[in-house]
């Protein structure tokens, strides 16, 4: 398996990475298309030089994997077609032909050509020739396969899972339920598509009060809509028909999909791309798959082809708010802040139950400093989450930092203090409690054994450190801050901030030369406006003197 992915990781780069004899126009702007994941482009580029250069192996198959990676697998068949006539063998061409074989439902076929199928990865072939065996009602050579997948170390739940699948797609309803709760049993951590599919099992097979007692045991209270509505189903005794499980010609997209799973973390994610549009491909209601292929494409910058897949989904669907939650992040990471709130908004309205849809409101909002719209939402998150138990201690936190910013500092004081008893060695909210209570000059000494303590959790923390370092400055302690403020500076060598609050400690031990440097260097990373005019004045009067104007204002010395 780790042969596998590490193999995965460099395919692409040799397989995109063309001879030099088709550099032309079209092939060099195929190539930047590529590299800037822009596989509409890249296709339109690839396609012209193809017609110019029809036997080049190398040109065929980056083709066949910008129309894999936008969707168009139909035509990357036809060229993989080309692709084998031309005597080229590939382990993408190879996928391409299984996948197409077993939609035409041409399973003999596919289980000849897999045979031979020396480029495909071991894993794909075996589970691939597992489930078609399986469908074809032959349970022993299937069996034999799932067994020695699962002898694999860490394999035995995902070649299990497999086999239940496969069970499930095939109609052998009995064998599948005995195998899933093997899978479910008190040992593993199974995935969640395992145990919706074994409750949707159960609940056609009328064994409600199994299905209830299973989605307890993997998810308790949620606030997720689909496992809600097993829960409804479940209680309710709603029976799930039969005939809504996927045949095995169609089921068997999740070898793709579970393969795009296991790679994920390591693989490239054009080449994790590759295989969740084989899943789809197969089948076109596998909403994991799309909810996958729309989250790579994100990742790989193509929002508007990530915001079409979400679009796939109606507002009746069970994965609905999960796909419209993926839509606004799409938008967000374009650029499209307001119409990601816009999608949020309207989501909270339709599942005004949900504390996670508010919750995440709350966070684009806070993003766009909309502090009192952030407020709200949060606060309407924190109410729901007390009906079903208690709030994390992160929607205490960010709470806190809103009202903070809304000048409510009682408020925020007592959500931090609150997020703190959920979780007390946060560092997060032990540091972000601490620095505001040193800003505030409140409670010095509580505020700095606060940080000290989120230090021991973090020491690699430049903002973090930093609050020491300003901690012991505002309590005087100049020389204890200085290699504080020297260490934060090292951890965040461009922060205006830590630069500015090393001038300052470096100005209080006599270092005047080295204070006025580093805020200099303040200047130099874009400060907030009224902190660049504060630094401009240092290093025309120096600190002591701006102390001075400041306490003459205010009729207290700022620090």
């Known amino acids: 398996m780790k042969k596998f992915i590490q193999g995965s990781i460099f395919f692409l780069a040799a397989s995109i990475s063309e001879v030099a004899s088709a550099s032309s126009g079209a092939y060099l702007a195929g190539r930047q298309a590529i590299s800037d994941h822009n596989f509409v482009t890249a296709s339109k580029f690839q396609t012209k030089s193809v017609s110019a250069d029809p ?32 005597g080229n063998l590939s382990q993408i061409s190879q996928m391409v032909q299984s996948a197409s074989l077993i939609k035409d439902g041409k399973t003999e076929a596919f289980l000849n050509f897999v045979k031979d199928a020396s480029e495909i990865t071991p894993i794909l072939k075996d589970l691939l020739s597992a489930w ?12 034999l396969i799932f067994d020695e997948t ?29 195998t899933f709760s093997r899978i479910h049993s008190d040992q593993g951590n199974p995935t969640r598509r395992s145990v919706i599919y074994h409750t949707k099992l159960l609940l056609s097979q009328s064994k409600f009060k199994e299905a209830q007692r299973l989605l307890e045991k993997w998810f308790g209270p949620t606030f997720d809509p689909e496992i809600e509505g ?24 999740d070898v793709f999909h ?72 799409a938008l967000r990471s374009s650029g499209k802040e307001m119409e990601a709130i816009e999608v949020l908004a309207n989501l909270t309205v339709q ?69 703190l008893s959920l979780n007390p060695t946060q560092p997060q909210v032990l540091n972000y409690l601490g620095y505001s209570l040193i800003e505030k000059n409140s409670n010095l000494d509580e505020a700095l054994e606060m940080i000290e303590r989120a230090v021991k959790e ?34 965040m060598p461009v922060d205006p901030i830590v630069n500015d609050h090393l001038g300052d400690v470096y100005w209080m031990v006599g270092r005047k030369t080295e204070a006025e440097f580093q805020w200099r260097r303040a200047l130099s990373f874009d400060p907030e406006e009224e902190e660049m005019e504060r630094i401009k004045k240092k290093l025309k009067v120096g600190l002591s003197q701006v102390l001075m104007d400041e306490a003459n204002e205010t009729g207290t010395l700022v620090k």
Do not use: C
């Open 132 to 143: 078609i065996l399986m469908g074809l009602n032959d349970e022993v050579n299937a069996n």
């Open 150 to 178: 699962a002898k694999v170390q860490g394999m035995g739940q995902f070649a299990n899972f497999h086999r239940a699948m496969s069970q499930l797609a095939a109609g052998k309803f009995d064998q599948a339920q005995k």
């Open 230 to 253: 097993l829960f409804v189903n479940a209680t309710n005794e709603k029976v799930y028909p039969k005939t809504s499980f996927p045949e095995t010609n169609i089921a068997v997209a």
């Open 258 to 329: 579970s393969i795009a799973n296991l790679i994920s973390k390591e693989a490239d994610p054009t080449f994790t791309l590759i295989y969740s549009r084989l899943a789809q491909y197969l089948d076109f209601k596998h909403v994991d798959s799309t909810l996958m292929t729309a989250d790579l494409l994100v990742e790989l910058g193509q929002h508007n082809l990530a915001i079409k897949e979400h679009e796939k989904l109606s507002n009746s669907h069970p994965q609905f708010f999960a796909s419209e939650l993926g839509r606004a992040e």
């Open 458 to 491: 973090s020491p690699d923390s430049g903002y973090i450190v930093d609050s020491l370092g300003w901690g012991y400055y505002k309590l005087g302690q100049f020389e204890k801050a200085v290699p504080n403020l020297e260490r934060a500076a090292e951890l």
């Open 55 to 86: 036997s080049n192996s190398k040109l065929l198959e980056g083709l066949m994997i910008s129309l894999i990676a936008q969707g168009s697998v139909d035509n990357a068949i036809s060229i993989a077609e080309v692709y084998r006539d031309n």
């Open 351 to 419: 599942y005004p139950n949900s504390a996670n849809g508010f919750s995440i409101l709350g966070n684009h909002y806070r993003r766009l400093e909309l502090y009192d719209k952030a407020e709200v939402a949060y606060g309407e998150a924190i109410n729901l989450y007390k009906n079903k138990g208690e709030a994390g201690w992160f929607l205490y936190y960010v709470r806190g930092i809103t009202r903070e910013r809304l000048d409510l500092w009682t408020l925020a004081e007592k959500d931090f203090r609150k997020a």
